[in-house]
């Protein structure tokens, strides 16, 4: 398919340094690609944007080899200076976030105020990391032994991979890449292979402000590419860690090479997240929070909501207005004003949603509304709310489109139980005005998610938090709060200053 560059409507795409064919990767600070060129494709009517000659194997070998080196002198940079430039990258952005946000919108399909909020997440991230640049502090121990201090040094790692998932195509780079740089890593960065230009006008992006403060552009190095590239990344022992955002699967794969060579993961996957709506919740609320939860980004959110567990007092009353709410949602253009729901992101996700469908109705589940896939040039889908049994073996799977399991509970321990019996553990939320209710729920028997909420969605996480789940989400914890200290290694110092050497423990040793 030919590039559909010229149309009118994909002129922003020159402001961000697009053409209607790029070069896939960056390396050393030049643009190249001697891989397989591949055609980014809008979800809405599955037309061509433009191509993309990915990174070749060899592309990423020379590449790396730059960025590697210009580790040493990216960490040797004062941290409150590495800030700097991370000030000055929110600074670029905040002048291109609407062209950003737009082609988030055009090549990934999520609705435009979720494409600009994607961006702005990475500005609110380049914020944070600034102020971080002057509080990587470690800690004074008291030592136990005379004339000797004990402290805690933060150094950084040198070269941070971050392979990323095509549902969040930039803002996941931001929690990483932000954090990574003000800790002194270069990094080195693998967007999702149907999401390219998006990585590439990040990049540009980047690179303009490096190259302004002369500083070498391999600090931040980028790959178009696949799971050819994932893996070289995965393997590589210039990279000590590596951060994977995509489903379990992939990710325990990456996971078992990268411990192979003793590197560290920071896993962010797969989700299967559940609301919970007591008997005294806010039933509007509940419903907004439920309907943007559930069909926001098209179900497409590691946060989606896919389980709804309601109490049986008020079952039928929030499915009705549920489903009422569902049958209002305009589907169509994600750059469209009044959209509220966009297409899947590829024709293999309609695919995955009808067979979910097929299963769904095989395991005994009863569609309430929604359930089809909508005749169209683009991946749309309907917004779809099944009544099914927590048993059923579907429910226990991430089935990434906007379909939602309702299912029934009478005590807030059985709510729990099902919230807690799925393999994933990424987000849970509770929906009750009872402080008894909201601490068990936060407590030790309650959710065992990495998020846990109190009247507010499964989704839209703020970036001051540490963002990540338990068990097949896989542990990670990335932006706010202490997610730092990952990027960087600890040195336990004991510095002797006087003449003796008294040993620890009251050793006597000759
Ligand atoms: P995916 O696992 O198919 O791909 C993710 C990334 O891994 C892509 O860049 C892909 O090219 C790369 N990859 C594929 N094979 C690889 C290999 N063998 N080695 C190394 N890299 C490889 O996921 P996806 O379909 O792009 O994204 C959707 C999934 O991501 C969902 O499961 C969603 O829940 C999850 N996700 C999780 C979070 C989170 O924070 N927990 C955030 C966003 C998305």
């Not at 896939?373 to 429910?395: C, H, K, L, R, Y």
């Amino acid at each position: 398919m030919a590039p559909n560059f010229a149309k009118k409507e994909y002129q922003f795409l020159r402001e961000l340094g697009l053409a209607p064919r790029n070069q896939g990767c960056y390396g050393s600070g030049v643009w190249r690609g001697h891989g397989p060129t591949v055609t980014s494709i809008n979800p809405a009517n599955n037309q061509p944007i433009a191509e993309v000659v990915e990174a070749s194997i060899e592309d990423y070998e020379e590449s790396m080899v730059a960025c590697a080196e210009a580790a040493k002198l990216w960490m040797q940079i004062p941290a409150p200076k590495r800030g700097e430039i991370v000030r000055q990258i929110g600074d670029a952005l905040r002048t291109k976030v609407q062209h950003l946000g737009r082609l988030v919108s055009l090549e990934m399909g999520k609705i435009l105020p979720e494409g600009i909020g994607e961006v702005q997440e990475i500005i609110d991230m380049c914020d944070y990391a600034v102020g971080l640049s002057r509080q990587l502090n470690g800690s004074i121990i008291p030592s136990e032994r005379p004339n000797h201090m004990m402290m805690e040094v933060w150094n950084p790692l040198g070269v941070v991979g971050v392979i990323t998932a095509f549902n969040f195509p930039c803002a996941v780079l931001g929690w990483n890449a932000c954090i990574a740089l003000v800790c002194g890593n270069t990094v080195v960065w693998k967007g999702a292979p149907t999401t390219p230009l998006i990585t590439i006008a990040m990049t540009n992006l980047v690179a303009e402000v490096l190259e302004k403060n002369n500083l070498p552009g391999a600090i931040f190095t980028t790959f178009c590419g696949g799971a050819e590239i994932g893996q070289a990344i995965a393997h590589d022992t210039r990279i000590p860690l590596v951060s994977f955002t995509g489903s379990s699967k992939v990710g325990q794969f990456v996971q078992q090479t990268v411990n192979r060579r003793f590197g560290k993961c920071l896993l962010e996957l797969s989700g299967n997240n559940a609301i919970i709506v007591m008997d005294d919740a806010d039933i509007q609320l509940a419903v907004r929070s439920v309907l943007f939860a559930a069909v926001g980004t098209a179900g497409q959110r590691c946060t989606t909501c896919r389980r709804l567990l309601l109490h049986e007092t008020i079952y039928q009353t929030v499915l009705d207005q549920l489903v009422e709410a569902y049958k209002q949602v305009k589907v169509g253009d994600p750059l469209e004003k009044a959209t509220l729901l966009g297409p899947l992101h590829t024709p293999a996700s309609k695919v995955n949603f009808e067979k979910g469908i097929d299963i769904i109705k095989s395991q005994g589940g009863k569609i309430l509304t929604g359930g089809s896939s909508i005749e169209s040039e683009g991946n749309f889908v309907q917004p779809t709310i099944v009544e099914i049994s927590p048993d059923a073996p579907i429910v226990k799977e991430e089935l990434f489109g906007p379909v939602l399991y309702v299912l029934k509970f009478q005590t807030l321990k059985e709510a729990i139980e099902i919230n807690n019996s799925v393999p994933q553990g990424l987000s849970s939320s509770i929906f009750t005005r009872r402080p008894e209710v909201i601490f068990r729920w936060i407590g030790p028997l309650g959710s065992d998610c990495g998020i846990v909420n109190v009247n507010i969605p499964t989704n839209g996480a703020e970036i001051g938090g540490a963002f990540g789940g338990e068990k097949a989400t896989g542990g990670g914890r990335e932006a706010g709060s202490d997610s730092w200290k990952q990027y960087m290694r600890r040195s336990t110092c004991t510095i002797n200053y006087g003449s003796e050497l008294p040993l620890a423990q009251g050793i006597n040793f000759g």
